[in-house]
């Protein structure tokens, strides 16, 4: 057997099943399926897509040999700690915009890994730059059909990508995405709009591009750059001013109208962001078709109201009355604005919105994921909060900690008052909010 080097490490043998039958534990590092070392997850799932495989595993040190027969659903029952059992693929660009750049000192290594693996992208989305990878993993994602994948261009300007993105090697992504739509591979495109370098005329001219030339481009998403207060010795760049973001919406409007004349959905979509700094009118959830890129922030805002609106209509909120407490960062105090008032006048409790400054990133960053333990401290001090507040659970990680790597648990010995993690949905908001009793304050 050819031992693989890597980190194929069982986390999870759900009870009764396949993998459990067959002796497997957590703990457990699987070697190879059928005598083949495996690189990933993805060839875990393809290699046990059999009526039986043989799995070589260590146990303390020990080589084991196992026959897994899958259920009748092709279910082994085992998770493994990470999806990449070799290494995560970095990025070796050096993007005027990186947001892991703009970093204070001291983060934890974990924010600080530049993934750019086409792995992950398949797998959950994550977007990648087709810069810094080989012929030979163009040549898997076709084989292997790994579709859709997701895509950062940011611009169609060789002479501008070059600027922009600062590539270690050659820039071959525009022969990789000619690949892939040849080979029938989705791909969703991204845009980190920086005002001044790339929009206008040259987002006009990106997109039109994509629209024209690569089909099988299934949406483009066209996202503002993210600036933190930490941007040492780095390329000038500024954030979008309102009037700039009117501009680019009133574009997104004309290409999206212009790809459903044409017979398509809307195609091209602007993250929440833009509206919301704006004022203007989120879109309906039909305008964002299926939403194709929601986990990049383009459609949250529509989907988290729309669900909060709908739990309310089944709620019976005047069971409910005092005041609740919710903390959240700029943007989701827009947002959460609209909710409140659609709450108190079905006679609910009143939110009690306090909105914390991101001074631990500083810049313009606005957005709930980023805000930072000493970040909700000084908002609840600011506004003599009363408690308990809730405040959106993705600010968390897994494990259990803010950027500044502060717990829930430290804040609430800081304050005295509890501090509750809320799920990021309109529903979870809603429950969160009708669970307590509030204050009469």
């Known amino acids: 057997m050819q031992h693989a ?4 490490v069982v986390s999870l043998v759900e009870p009764e099943s396949p993998a459990a039958d067959a002796g497997l534990l957590r703990g457990d590092t699987v070697q190879a399926i059928d005598g083949q070392t495996l690189r990933d997850i993805i060839d875990f799932q393809l290699m ?7 799995v070589e595993y260590l146990r303390d040190g020990a080589a084991h040999k196992a026959i897994v027969e899958p259920d009748e659903f092709g279910r ?70 790994l579709s ?85 010795d780095l390329a000038e760049l500024r954030s979008f001013e309102p009037r700039e973001a009117e501009v680019l919406l009133d574009q997104v409007g004309e290409w ?18 833009f509206y919301l700094m704006t004022g203007r009118a989120l ?39 005092g005041v609740v407490e919710v903390l959240t960062a700029s943007l ?11 709450l108190e006048a079905a006679g609910g409790p009143r939110m009690r919105i306090i909105e914390a400054a991101n001074t631990w990133l500083g810049g313009d960053v606005s957005v709930a994921p980023l805000l930072a333990g000493t970040d909700l401290l000084a908002a609840v001090r600011d506004i003599g909060a009363a408690g308990p507040v809730l405040f959106p659970a993705h600010s968390l990680n897994g494990d259990g900690l803010f950027l500044d790597d502060l717990s829930p648990k430290d804040l609430e010995r800081e304050t005295g008052i509890d501090f509750i993690p809320v799920p990021p949905t309109g529903r979870g908001l809603l429950e969160a909010v009708l669970s307590e009793n509030g204050s009469d304050g």
Do not use: W
């Open 48 to 54: 046990t897509a059999e009526e039986s495989f043989e």
């Open 76 to 145: 082994v029952g085992v998770s493994f700690r990470s999806s990449v059992f070799d290494r995560v693929k970095t990025c070796r660009n050096h993007c005027v915009f990186c947001f892991v750049d703009q970093l204070p000192a001291g983060c934890r290594e974990s924010l600080l890994v530049k993934d750019d693996d086409f792995r992950l992208s398949f797998l959950y989305g994550n977007f990648v730059t087709l810069t810094n990878v080989t012929d030979k993993e163009i040549e898997r994602v076709i084989e292997d059909r």
């Open 148 to 232: 859709p994948l997701y895509v950062s261009l940011h611009t169609l300007d060789p002479a501008l990508r070059l600027r922009m993105l600062r590539p270690a090697g050659d820039d071959r992504t525009f022969e990789r995405l000619a690949a892939l739509q040849a080979a029938g591979i989705e791909t969703h495109i991204q845009i980190v709009a920086c005002p001044g370098v790339n929009d206008n005329e040259e987002l006009a001219a990106t997109v039109q591009g994509l629209l024209e030339g690569f089909p099988a481009s299934a949406s483009i998403g066209i996202v503002p750059v993210g600036l933190t207060g930490h941007r040492h």
């Open 332 to 342: 989701g105090a827009v947002v959460l604005r609209s909710a409140a008032g659609r």
């Open 5 to 8: 080097n890597n980190n194929a």
């Open 283 to 321: 879109p309906s959830s039909a305008e964002y078709d299926d939403f194709p890129q929601l986990e990049n922030g383009i459609g949250l805002t529509r989907q988290f109201l729309d669900e909060f609106f709908e739990e309310l209509e089944k709620a019976d909120a005047s069971l409910h009355t």
């Open 256 to 273: 999206q109208a212009q790809s459903r004349t044409n017979g398509g959905d809307g195609r091209v979509y602007a993250a929440d962001e």
